[in-house]
Structures are given as C-alpha cells and as structure tokens.
C-alpha cells in the first residue's frame, strides 16, 4: 500500500486487491490502511457509504481518494473517489455573520478558491439582533423556521456558487462553518433561550462534526460540516476561527486581536496562554450612532479631512459617488480630524468660535454640517445637509472609551501595558477600512507604531479556510479553545474608574498618547 503525504483532507491510498490468500473484507481492507498511515483508533464510515464501497474499490482498481477529518482519535470518512478521474473534491468555508453570511468555495487538494459569495442574512427580517432572533425562535416552532431561513438560504447559495464555478454541489464533502454562540445555535436548531438567561448557558459548546444531511444542507450526501466551538455565551467560534487565521496562539510574542461587530471582542495571549473578553463597543463604532451612519456602499463617507487652519470638511466617498451617508470608518476620520483641528475639543465638545457657519442648532442640540447632497440624489428637491450632533458626538466618544478600557483592562489583567504588545491585529469589516492614526487620535486604540497594526479582513472566513485545509485541525481547534481563560468585565471593579478616564480626547493622561498633536 502506498498514500500520499500531506496534511491535506484528500488522501490517496493505493490499495493490494484481495485475493483468496487475502481475504479481508473491503472496509477492512480500507480502514487498516487509514488507521496504519494517519496514527488513528477508529474509523468512522457511514453505513450508506459502506454499501457503495465495494463498487467504488473495484471501479477505481483499488486506487482511490478519501475525504477524510479526524475529530479527536478518531477518523470520519466523508467520501471515496476514483483517483484517476480528474475532478475536483470540494470544501467550503462560512462566515455565518449575524448581518452577513459569505461563502468561499476551496478545492480541497490544492487549497484553490473556486469562488466566493455573499448574501444578507435572512434572519435579519425577524430582528436585526441577537435578542430578538432568540425571542423569536423561543415561540412555539419559531427555532424550525428561523433555522430553516439560514439553510435554505444556504442552500440556494451553494447551488448559485458550484454553477459559477462548474462543479455539482455533490463535489462539495466538507464545510467549515465559524459564527458567534447564538447565530450557531440557530444554525443548528439547539434551543438559545438559555444564553440570554442567568446564569447563560449554551447547549453546547464543542458541536464538533455533523453530518450536513442532519441539517439539511444539500451537497454530499455524505459530507460533514465542521462547526467552531465557542467559548460561553459571548465568545464564539467566529472568535477561535480568528485566532488560527491571526497565528498568534503559534507566536512567541504577545499579541492581541480585536474584532468589532455588535460587541468588541478581544484575545491577547501567545502560544503559551490566551486571555479573552468581549465588552459593548461595538454599534457606534460601525457607524450606528449617527443619523448619517450606514454600511459601507456607494456614496458612503469613509475618509474624511481637514486641512490646517481651514476648518473645511473634505470627504471622500466610497465609488465617488454623491454623499449619502457615513461608515465607522469615516465617523473615526470625522471624530479625529474635528480634534486635530480644534473644532471639538477635550470633551468632545463643538467649538463655535471654530466652527464657524458650518454649526447650527436644530430642537436645541447642536449640529455640524459634514457634507451635502444635491436633491437629485435624494426624495427631496432641495439639498440635503449631512450632520453630525453633539449627541453622535458623545455616542461615539462612550464608545471609543469603551473600546480602550476593554483592552487596557484585559492587558493589565495579564500583567503587561499596551505598549508591550508586539503585533495589534484588527478583524472584521471594521479592520479593513480603519484609519490605526485615527483611531489614535480619538483615543480609541493605543498609540503604538502604525507598522504594528495589522488588518486581517474576515478572520472568521479565514480561519474557517485554513480549517479545510487540514485533515486533524480539530486538535489545533480544541487546543485554542481550551487554552483560553475568559475575562468577564461585568464584574471588574475597575473598569469603570478605568473608563471615566478615557472619556476624553484622547485620553486624561496626554502620556499615553505621545504622537497626538492638535494642528490648530
């Protein structure tokens, strides 16, 4: 017997044919040479495989390639193929965001992407958040239907993506999916009214390997689905899955990983120890704390300017389109470079002896006017003004403190400052588009060298493909998650004096942010 040496989830054996010398039985035959060459104590095959075995050996004259995972001791073989016909093995990786789901599409034996897509998460038309999906999901047969949004969605999803990529969604044999504890919960349809309730407990934490016929999920009728474990209520596989993308539970070095979506979630840590917590910064930091604020688009503010000494707002919008509206990305531009120039100052506060004419004053609460959009672009024949409040401005100012007390706390808790951190990786949409000097700036993250920012993008999406790749990457999965001790900042007395500390431009303490220098 020969096999092919790789880490990959296709393996190649090359099996003697029996004979009546040798008369071992054909799934024997197949699992001896699994179990000899992979260091496994079982094999896991199902019965409706087993009985295609026999023509599969002989159709293929013993040479074939298995889609194998290796969940703890033990091997699952999803698929059998012939070896010598020259088509594709597929995986695919998912990102189940709780506003946006994206799917990428691999070839599981050179690790290729076949493609990618995306769509909005259907469940958003029950609510928007978490809360109200679980709520929805705890009326009788409401955890069915909103499970069933997600696959069927899936479901057309995949079928959309293996056409475009020319292949049949039965080449598809394994999924790796990464999404928070709740959004997993409603993926598998386990029952979540648990997590929002004292003391907050999950069905499961490791859900392990799954069959995808027991969710529905139509490709292989033998493929498997690998679903990150989470940690708790509020840490969950999209979180391990950034970890293994980040690499820093393989680092010497001390780093940290921030990921902004509802909550900010945190892991500091190296390959010795990982230390995790997730706060509330995360809302007015997508640019949901303004009337102006919106997902990134067309016409949508997401760099902002102000040239020294002129007070006049330049933007830039995404696709140069008219302005419609602003991203978090932009609002952190727009908060710093108000700062720099001296048109907010210490507290957040509009200075109007700066500010000039571009300060009005709407139902008694002051408004700057950011940008404006001709009618022809709007409902509206006239021009639309974009403004920013000074409530917007105290919104995000609460949220940008939340933010830096969230990681000086969890990085005090282990004994270090901020400023020792090695590597300062940023996930998520709000890490792709996230100006580090702005961010500075506000006080939001700490004022270390730009070069030490590193953006990974879709770390869950990430971490998800790096698990197709390898065959036992359940050990590596398992040896984050339980290498991780959970900071809770619910009960940390010192959060909150730690916080009233950072409610102010950058900070009280101007020596933590040595390279922020107002211009005006």
């Known amino acids: 017997m020969k096999t092919k040496q790789n880490k990959s989830c296709v393996k190649k054996f090359i099996l003697t044919p029996p004979t009546l010398e040798d008369n071992t039985a054909d799934a024997d035959r197949l699992i001896m040479a699994m179990k000899a060459e992979l260091k496994a104590d079982s094999v896991n095959i199902d019965f409706e495989l087993l009985k295609k075995l026999p023509g599969l050996l002989r159709e293929s004259n013993y040479n074939v390639k298995c889609i194998i995972y290796k969940d703890l001791e033990r091997l699952i073989l999803a698929g059998v193929t012939d070896s010598r016909k020259n088509q594709i093995i597929a995986g695919m990786a998912i990102d189940l965001g709780t506003t946006r789901v994206v799917l990428r599409l691999l070839d599981l034996e050179s690790d290729k992407v076949l493609g990618e897509s995306s769509f909005d998460n259907p469940q958003i038309s029950i609510g928007p958040d978490i809360l109200a999906r679980i709520h929805f999901a705890d009326k009788n047969g409401g955890l069915n239907v909103i499970k069933g949004m997600i696959i069927d969605s899936l479901n057309l999803q995949i079928d959309a993506l293996c056409r475009e990529s020319n ?51 139509r490709v292989n009728p033998g493929a498997r689905v690998l679903v990150f474990p989470n940690v708790g209520s509020y840490f969950g596989g999209d979180l391990i899955a950034g970890i293994i993308y980040s690499g820093i539970a393989n680092k010497e070095d001390t780093s940290i990983l921030v990921d902004v979506g509802t909550n900010a979630e945190v892991v500091v840590g190296n390959k010795n120890w990982l230390m995790a917590c997730a706060g ?88 700057l006017v950011v940008a404006r959009s001709k009618g022809k672009n709007c409902d509206s024949p006239e021009d639309i ?13 609460r949220s940008k403190a939340a933010m830096y007390t969230i990681l000086e706390t969890i990085t005090m808790s282990v004994g270090m400052s901020l400023q020792e951190l090695s590597t300062f990786y940023v996930a998520g949409t709000f890490g792709s588009f996230i100006n ?58 010192e959060f909150m004096n730690r916080f009233s500390a950072a409610k102010f431009l950058p900070h009280t303490d101007p020596l933590l942010f040595p390279s922020v220098k107002v211009f005006s």
Request: glycine share 10%; proline share 7%.
């Open 167 to 217: 292949i049949l969604p039965q080449q598809i044999y394994l999924l790796a999916v990464a999404g928070n504890t709740a959004m997993t919960h409603l993926f598998l349809g386990l029952d979540p009214r648990w997590i929002i309730r004292e003391p907050y407990i999950p069905v499961v934490n490791r859900p392990g390997i799954i069959k995808t016929k027991e969710l529905g999920i």
């Open 280 to 367: 509330a910064a995360g809302p007015a930091l997508e640019g949901g704390v303004t009337k102006m604020g919106m997902m990134a688009g067309p016409g949508v503010i997401d760099r902002v300017a102000i040239k020294p000494g002129t007070c006049k707002v330049e933007i830039h919008t995404i696709d140069e389109k008219p302005p419609v509206g602003i991203c978090g990305s932009g609002l952190i531009d727009l908060a710093a470079q108000l700062f720099l120039s001296g048109m907010i100052d210490i507290r957040g506060r509009f200075v109007p002896s700066v500010c000039g004419d571009q300060l009005k004053e709407k139902d008694g609460i002051r408004h």
């Open 385 to 397: 003004e974009l403004t920013i409040s000074q409530v917007d401005l105290d919104s995000l100012i």
């Open 436 to 493: 580090p000097v702005s961010a500075i700036s506000i006080g939001m993250l700490p004022d270390l060298p730009i070069n030490s920012y590193k953006s990974l993008g879709n770390s869950s999406l990430g971490g998800a493909t790096m698990a197709l790749a390898l065959f036992d990457c359940m050990e590596e999965i398992d040896k984050i998650r339980n290498n991780i001790t959970y900071l809770e900042l619910n009960v940390n007395q």
